[in-house]
């Protein structure tokens, strides 16, 4: 187990050990040892026997042992019996923003609700709101996550959908020579609600037969036909098709599956729509060769959307868009400076490694207490190491450098988390919000828009905030802020993490639109969190991205020369 996976369990049971009013000194006991092990930087959990994790802070002997069990066993019984004796619906509450245990008891217990639905009525009811502590206030954001929640539900985030797919892919291998993931992760969509693969076989039936060998997969007869078997993985709600389709048709299947109905729908000039043509009766060697015989011009999968790609696509070539390989540096990083896992010089050297010319480190700075955040002297002293590193670095046969940077939170008035003379000795600084998400769409916006005419603002990250299939992100007027960052020439995040993707893809175009450069920042705790700047790349290129309007895609030297400009 992670170390994330461990806390997380020991959150959920201070939570449930709260709802049901049980010993505060034990409450407090799991909270202090949750509190402390998220903040650990130097070891993994699940490696460190009894005797180790007692020497840790907030860790007695008994949760120690407690936390041995879990990492052995995957079990904690003290959970284990208050999730026994706790609504399915009530545990699903958690889920909803603002309700903490206290509040969640209240509604449990008062009002005897024990779903997510009979909250819902009870809140179209307005009992919720005549609760003691509630009012209308809380009712309403309540009624809202609800809708949320309810619209998020089936679905899983680009990350995990890939997982699944490459699970199934793997296991499907060696009994097909062609096989593809199609669909949404082939067209790069955040949060996926089908997870859907193609396979070749002279014969349906045997796709279905090596299918009914996996247990974990769980068919849904019904809506299942020769060609096509749908059902779930049994860890995961989210829907599974795995289609057949003879060889000599499966490029025309690979198209079909991974594009939409309008993109599909386009008209061709030879007559016909773009899928009468590749469904008529030629054997394709390739999707390309489909668009060729539509005379079309070609589109990637992650495109493939009904929008402006063919627009897109008749101005510019493929080899246009950005890809991993066209990235020169990976910015908006964290070190146990602040809350992340590794030091600064092992971000620094794995980073190093991997290919690129600079790292941008961008810890949290003072506000952020919860994260660490740096306050003016750990600034200082952060830097000096950052000049100490570098001089390591000059004598590398190519070149690399670690840039001063930082994620300087926008305060609730919009101004930036430090005074001039400190933000001034940085490389670069990139703005985002963390806190008072609750603002109307005109306050939130006016609060971005002072942030990003501050002249310290050189990135304006994640811009709403959003929390895949968690949190819906602040309401912002996107067009004021793409318009804001044109005039004050400050770059817009695509914050990579698959928690995040944010800014949104279907707001890349109007960003080329402006000339506003946009840049793929991992947001990394961690060295492999460099990695999940292929998630960035991909919503990326499905907005039309090109390597050219790609801040991280230029070169340590065109970089310095940027920053000093700035």
Not at 71 to 96: D, H
Not at 176 to 194: D, L, N
């Amino acid at each position: 187990m992670s170390n994330a996976e461990i806390v997380e369990v020991l959150e959920l049971t201070v939570k449930l050990l709260e709802l049901h009013n049980a010993d505060a000194f034990k409450t407090r006991a799991f909270g202090a040892a949750a509190f402390n092990l998220d903040r650990l930087k130097t070891a993994n959990i699940a490696d460190l026997p009894v005797e180790e994790l007692v020497k840790l802070q907030g860790v007695g002997k008994s949760m120690a042992s407690k936390i041995v069990q879990l990492v052995q066993t995957g079990r904690l019984p003290e959970l284990e019996e208050l999730s026994a004796k706790t609504p399915a619906g009530v545990l699903e509450m958690f889920k909803i923003k603002g309700l903490g245990s206290k509040k969640i008891g209240t509604i449990w217990r008062e009002l005897g609700l024990e779903t997510l639905h009979a909250l819902q009525l009870a809140c179209e009811k307005g009992q919720i709101a005549q609760l003691k502590g509630f009012g209308e206030g809380t009712q309403q954001k309540i009624m809202e996550s609800l809708a949320f929640i309810q619209s998020q539900k089936g679905r899983l985030r680009m990350d995990k959908a890939e997982a699944l797919a490459q699970l199934i892919a793997e296991s499907l291998q060696p009994y097909f020579e062609k096989m593809a993931v199609t669909g949404q992760i082939a067209r790069k969509i955040e949060t996926v609600e089908t997870v859907q693969l193609l396979v070749a076989a002279n014969a349906p039936v045997a796709v279905q037969q090596q299918l009914a060998r996996f247990e974990w997969l769980t068919i849904d007869a019904k809506n299942s036909s020769p060609f096509v078997w749908r059902g779930k993985a049994n860890a995961a709600e989210v829907a599974v098709e795995i289609h057949a389709t003879r060889p000599e048709h499966f490029e025309i299947q690979r198209l079909v599956l991974s594009a939409s109905e309008a993109h599909l729908a386009r008209q061709s000039p030879v007559g016909g729509t773009l899928l009468t043509v590749a469904n008529g009766g030629t054997a394709f060697e390739s999707v390309r060769s489909i668009y060729e015989k539509a005379q079309l011009p070609y589109v990637v999968p992650e495109m493939r959307e009904g929008g402006n790609e063919f627009e897109w696509a008749s101005q510019h070539q493929p080899e246009e868009l950005v890809t991993w390989e066209s990235l020169k540096g990976i910015l908006h990083n964290h070190s146990t400076y602040s809350d992340g896992k590794h030091s600064l010089e092992v971000m620094a050297r794995f980073c190093q490694e991997l290919g690129f010319e600079y790292l941008g480190i961008a810890d949290h700075s003072q506000t952020a207490t919860y994260a660490q955040g740096l306050s003016v002297e750990r600034v200082r002293q952060q830097h000096q190491e950052i000049d100490q590193l570098n001089a390591q670095f000059a004598g590398s046969e190519k070149p690399f450098k670690i840039l001063k940077g930082i994620e300087s939170d926008i305060l609730g008035d919009g101004s930036l988390d430090y005074p001039d003379a400190i933000l001034a000795t940085f490389d670069y600084v990139v703005a985002s919000v963390h806190s008072n998400l609750d603002m109307s769409l005109e306050k939130a916006t006016a609060r971005l828009l002072r942030a990003i005419e501050n002249p310290y603002t050189t990135i304006l990250g994640h811009p709403t905030g959003r929390l895949l299939l968690t949190r819906a992100g602040y309401p912002i007027d996107y067009k004021a802020i793409i318009d804001a960052c044109a005039q004050h020439g400050v770059v817009i995040e695509i914050n990579a993490s698959p928690w995040r993707l944010d800014l949104d893809w279907r707001w890349i175009a109007y960003c080329l639109e402006k000339n506003v450069l946009l840049s793929i920042n991992p947001d990394a705790h961690e060295k492999d969190g460099y990695f999940d700047m292929h998630y960035g790349v991909g919503v990326a290129r499905k907005g039309g991205l090109t390597t050219n309007m790609t801040f991280n895609a230029l070169t340590l030297s065109q970089m310095e020369v940027y920053l000093k400009s700035r």
